[in-house]
């Protein structure tokens, strides 16, 4: 299983984003899969998950209602929108996959992934 996480880079306080997490190796209908994002100094903090077939979504506090996580199937890739930035938005993103048979689980801690993507950089202006 690879994850491929891209569309990081440099956006105003106030600005979006929006992350694409590629999959390949598998079929990326089968695996829960998440956003989670590091800041320098600090450790990797849950974003948003999203179950098998998307039916299922979680979100962190500081992000519910500005973010957006969603996913593709048939194309094999999750996306994560990310709306009305913040300066603590600031981080590198990584996205995760973990395979479970029901379409019911989200995940929101790190431990519950077996698979990571290299992560992406995202940097907020004030």
């Known amino acids: 299983v690879q994850l491929q996480a891209s569309g990081g880079g440099l956006a105003q306080a106030g600005g979006s984003l929006r992350l694409s997490c590629s999959v390949s190796?598998?079929?990326?209908?089968?695996?829960?899969m998440g956003w989670f994002r590091q800041a320098p100094g600090k450790e990797r903090e849950f974003v948003a998950a999203?179950?098998?077939?998307?039916?299922?979504?979680d979100y962190a506090e500081a992000v519910r209602g500005r973010f957006r996580i969603s996913r593709d199937n048939a194309e094999n890739t999750m996306f994560l929108q990310m709306n009305v930035l913040k300066p603590e938005d600031t981080g590198v993103y990584y996205c995760?996959?973990?395979?479970?048979?029901?379409?019911?689980?989200?995940?929101?801690?790190?431990?519950?992934?077996?698979?990571w993507g290299q992560g992406t950089q995202v940097t907020v202006s004030s």
């Open positions: 999203i179950a098998r077939k998307g039916g299922r979504t």
């Open positions: 190796g598998v079929t990326a209908r089968g695996y829960v």
């Open positions: 995760a996959a973990a395979f479970r048979l029901s379409s019911a689980v989200i995940l929101t801690t790190p431990g519950g992934y077996d698979f």
